[in-house]
């Protein structure tokens, strides 16, 4: 970190939505991109967490629960990826509404919501602000910096569609989670990593999570 640079953090904020290997991916992206991070977990998402990785995420113990998870594939292989260095990690209980990111003279690069689940949709869409993470995103919105709202359901109802209309109207990326298979992904972390990388691209930070389509049928598999 540049410390002759003011910070300026993206905030990842992960909902209660099945869909935790994602959140992961993108968090590992951005650290590799040197990006700063302040990451928000709601209530909903550690039970996710938990189901998902066997392991809690704690707000005492955060740091430690976050490296246990960032180093897990989403294959449930426990030490798939080196150590993450978590030194511009900040993170931020998602019932302090009195945090850095709950204010728009905070100064970030925007929020990515990965994954997000309806009831966080339905939340940002209505301005409900009812913890640290839909605030976060109703601060971002209304300062118009970049918001990707990655969303994890299936079917969706036509209520659901309505609130995603609603952010996209206000200048909200909608990005379904959904895997893409020209990549030439050989398993599951291919296709997490294939989702996160689209969700870094909509962020516009550089990356190196899948191959990028050529114009080349077959191009994958020739490689």
Same mark, same amino acid.
């Given at each position: 970190?540049?410390?002759?640079?003011?910070?300026?953090?993206?905030?990842?904020?992960?909902?209660?939505?099945?869909?935790?290997?994602?959140?992961?991916?993108?968090?590992?992206?951005?650290?590799?991109?040197?990006?700063?991070?302040?990451?928000?977990?709601?209530?909903?998402?550690?039970?996710?967490?938990?189901? $998902?990785?066997? %392991?809690?995420?704690?707000? *005492?113990?955060? +740091?430690?629960?976050? &490296?246990?998870? =960032? #180093?897990? @594939?989403?294959?449930?292989?426990? $030490?798939?990826? %080196?150590?993450?260095?978590? *030194?511009?990690? +900040?993170?931020?209980? &998602?019932?302090? =509404? #009195?945090? @850095?990111?709950?204010?728009?003279?905070?100064?970030?690069?925007?929020?990515?919501?990965?994954?997000?689940?309806?009831?966080?949709?339905?939340?940002? #869409?209505? @301005?409900?602000?009812?913890?640290?993470?839909?605030?976060?995103?109703?601060?971002?919105?209304?300062?118009?910096?970049?918001?990707?709202?990655?969303?994890?359901?299936?079917?969706?109802?036509?209520?659901?569609?309505?609130?995603?209309?609603?952010?996209?109207?206000?200048?909200?990326?909608?990005?379904?989670?959904?895997?893409?298979?020209?990549?030439?992904?050989?398993?599951?972390?291919?296709?997490?990593?294939?989702?996160?990388?689209?969700?870094?691209?909509?962020?516009?930070?550089?990356?190196?999570?899948?191959?990028?389509?050529?114009?080349?049928?077959?191009?994958?598999?020739?490689?």
């Amino acid at each position: 970190m540049d410390d002759s640079k003011p910070r300026k953090p993206w905030v990842v904020g992960v909902s209660g939505a099945s869909g935790t290997p994602y959140a992961a991916a993108v968090l590992r992206g951005l650290l590799q991109a040197g990006e700063a991070v302040d990451l928000v977990v709601s209530r909903a998402a550690r039970l996710t967490v938990l189901d $998902e990785t066997g %392991a809690p995420f704690r707000d *005492a113990h955060w +740091r430690e629960d976050l &490296a246990r998870w =960032l #180093a897990r @594939g989403a294959d449930g292989t426990a $030490e798939r990826f %080196a150590g993450a260095d978590l *030194a511009d990690v +900040r993170y931020w209980a &998602a019932g302090d =509404l #009195a945090a @850095g990111p709950s204010s728009g003279s905070y100064g970030v690069k925007g929020m990515l919501i990965v994954p997000a689940s309806t009831a966080c949709v339905a939340g940002v #869409a209505l @301005g409900l602000s009812k913890d640290l993470l839909q605030r976060a995103a109703s601060v971002t919105l209304k300062e118009r910096r970049p918001l990707v709202v990655a969303v994890r359901e299936t079917p969706l109802s036509g209520q659901t569609l309505r609130h995603l209309v609603t952010l996209d109207e206000a200048g909200a990326v909608v990005l379904p989670a959904s895997p893409a298979f020209y990549a030439g992904a050989t398993d599951i972390q291919d296709l997490v990593d294939f989702v996160a990388g689209r969700v870094l691209d909509a962020a516009r930070v550089p990356h190196k999570l899948y191959r990028r389509w050529e114009g080349e049928l077959g191009g994958a598999r020739a490689e």
